[in-house]
């Protein structure tokens, strides 16, 4: 077994909260206890140790709890052997022998705490499981008062997770945890699934967690030799061009507000093929919660192309008495209480952050892609080229009283382009914007907008419809009810319908239309005006200032960017202009 220490160690198991107790204190009470059987018969799953990843997640874990800002892994997969070490705050002899003992722990020890966890781990059954799977050794050196160094141990653990040996050894405050010869004695554990997608879900998880934990610097290894490494950083934000190579930091926008991070990847810069960058965290831990899940990815409808999905990362922080973790082995699958709450505030972040961003925030020349909310005509169905004069201010938008997110400066249209793109300056740069699509997002936001149901006073029957007839008009929003043999009452209606003679006709058209949302951007596109059609400068500026008032307006309902901006600032590098006024060689 290989015992060489790394420069910089540690790990702490399931004692996140050791560094309360004096050194004194804890040689005579350890901080890990075993759990009373009461408790313990009130865990619903316990510990799956079933691949590499499930060692290294259980053991990083540990590490996290225990306050490490600098985590190493160290793989050998040929020998089946992982190490873990950290700079945590460590452990202590008294704890170190009870470790690895079934349902030992420093994270919770009454009924109550079940519901009140707040630490990573807290069944105290990894290690024990670990212990029987393979060759458990834990070294480790605790802080003393003030931060005073203490003597290290090492623990050797048989397989009922008892220290089979203790010796005393000079160590740096952390611990490391050695796993060797794991499934020594069960083989076909080995067998599947294959050693190239074990070691794939190790980094997988390392990425998840670094996004959670982004001031963590993490090192790995592999066969002795370097594998990746992530540097910390203030937020996610950091860490996402780390992990996807061909992501750039000004790809990004992040918002936090009390409680929730959200960072995305702009839809008019990056998105993916596969929906495998929509991750969601809570307190710290990445989970699998399929309603947040769907409203992230609505969130992005109809602004990425079709068949492509979100690049996005959305870390909650609840409190734990709204979570129970005591539902599946991996804590990975919660139930969360208040998720419509949640849900709701997730769409109002994402909505925030599709918002036009400013000029001034942008590094380099990038497209920003925008929308525009355009005029129409008067009338039920109809929509107009024509754009209305628009000379109102643009309103202030916040995501909550909290966090004001004001839009930026007004655009100045200054000529039209080809008869296709409309130039505009503010004070921090210029943009390129495309005429057709940008007013092809208004009419589609315009349209959504008319699209709102309301309730009738008095209920419309309609009869003889099929199952589909009602399950469509259900799913487009209408609220509808039996009312009778082969009669059906409708209690709310499209406002775009409410009030027309012909409403019954319209709503059994409805019923056996296509899907709405692609009506609704088929009829924008159709009457946007065209490329190629000259814009006089008042159009131009209303154009603008409705594209600017937009939800979405990064891009157009089929995903396509909308502007390119280029800051001042890359002109000035673009034509070497590196002087000051005041200079005379500049003046």
Same mark, same amino acid.
């Given at each position: ?391 109102? +201010?643009?309103?202030? $938008?916040?995501? !909550? &009283?909290?966090?004001? %997110?004001? =839009?930026?400066?007004? /655009?100045? *249209? ?79 209606? +499209?406002?775009?319908? $409410?009030?027309? !003679? &012909?409403?019954?006709? %319209?709503? =059994?058209?409805?019923? /056996?239309? *296509? ?73």
């Amino acid at each position: 077994m290989d015992n060489t220490p790394l420069p910089h160690h540690p790990m702490a198991l399931e004692t996140p909260d050791i560094q309360v107790f004096s050194t004194e204190s804890r040689a005579e009470s350890p901080s890990i206890q075993p759990l009373a059987p009461e408790v313990v018969s009130l865990m619903a799953a316990g510990e799956v140790i079933d691949s590499l990843a499930a060692v290294v997640r259980e053991l990083v874990e540990n590490a996290l709890d225990a306050g490490a800002t600098r985590i190493t892994l160290s793989i050998w997969p040929e020998r089946w052997k992982v190490r873990v070490a950290d700079n945590g705050v460590g452990m202590d002899d008294a704890d170190l022998r009870q470790a690895a003992i079934a349902h030992a722990t420093s994270k919770i020890s009454t009924r109550p705490d079940l519901l009140n966890v707040r630490s990573l781990g807290f069944r105290g059954e990894a290690l024990h499981s670990i212990a029987q799977l393979a060759q458990l050794e834990i070294r480790s050196c605790a802080n003393g008062d003030n931060g005073s160094r203490t003597t290290g141990y090492q623990v050797r653990y048989g397989a009922s997770g008892e220290p089979a040996a203790v010796s005393e050894m000079a160590s740096a405050p952390g611990t490391i945890v050695t796993v060797s010869d794991l499934f020594c004695n069960w083989p076909a554990r080995r067998q599947v699934p294959a050693m190239p997608a074990q070691l794939k879900a190790v980094a997988l998880l390392i990425q998840q967690l670094a996004l959670c934990h982004p001031q963590v610097t993490w090192q790995a290894e592999k066969n002795g030799a370097a594998w990746f490494a992530l540097w910390p950083g203030p937020t996610a934000k950091t860490i996402m061009p780390q992990v996807l190579r061909s992501l750039y930091d000004t790809d990004i926008d992040e918002i936090e507000v009390e409680g929730l991070y959200l960072a995305i990847g702009l839809p008019d810069r990056c998105h993916r093929r596969k929906p495998d960058w929509l991750r969601v965290a809570i307190n710290g831990r990445p989970v699998v919660v399929e309603e947040i899940a769907q409203t992230l990815t609505a969130g992005f409808r109809r602004t990425i192309p079709r068949d492509r999905y979100p690049i996005c990362f959305l870390h909650l922080t609840l409190p734990p008495a709204q979570l129970d973790w005591n539902r599946h082995p991996a804590k990975s699958e919660i139930y969360v209480q208040g998720l419509e709450t949640l849900c709701e505030k997730v769409t109002v972040a994402v909505e925030q952050l599709l918002k036009i961003d400013g000029l001034s925030a942008t590094a380099q020349t990038h497209r920003a892609t925008e929308l525009i909310k355009a005029a129409e005509a008067e009338g039920e169905y109809s929509v107009s080229r024509q754009i209305k004069a628009d000379d109102s +201010p643009l309103p202030q $938008h916040s995501l !909550s &009283d909290a966090l004001p %997110a004001e =839009l930026p400066g007004a /655009l100045t *249209a200054i000529a039209q382009v080809s008869d296709m793109y409309i130039l505009a300056e503010n004070e921090s740069g210029i943009c390129l914007i495309e005429q057709h699509i940008a007013h092809e997002r208004v009419l589609f936001e315009q349209l959504q907008a008319r699209w709102q149901m309301v309730e009738v006073e008095t209920p419309i029957v309609l009869k003889d419809l099929s199952e589909q007839q009602v399950e469509r008009l259900k799913e487009v929003g209408v609220a509808i009810a039996p009312f009778g043999d082969n009669l059906w009452a409708i209690r709310s209606l +499209p406002e775009s319908l $409410h009030g027309r !003679s &012909d409403c019954e006709n %319209a709503l =059994l058209e409805l019923s /056996l239309g *296509a899907n709405l949302e692609a009506a609704l951007v088929a009829t924008a596109c159709r009457t946007a005006i065209r490329n190629g059609t000259k814009l006089e400068h008042s159009e131009m500026q209303s154009l603008l200032n409705q594209w600017q008032r937009t939800k979405k307006p990064r891009t157009c309902p089929h995903g396509r960017p909308i502007c390119l901006t280029l800051k001042e600032s890359s002109l000035a590098k673009y034509f070497r202009r590196s002087w000051v006024i005041g200079k005379s060689h500049g003046v």
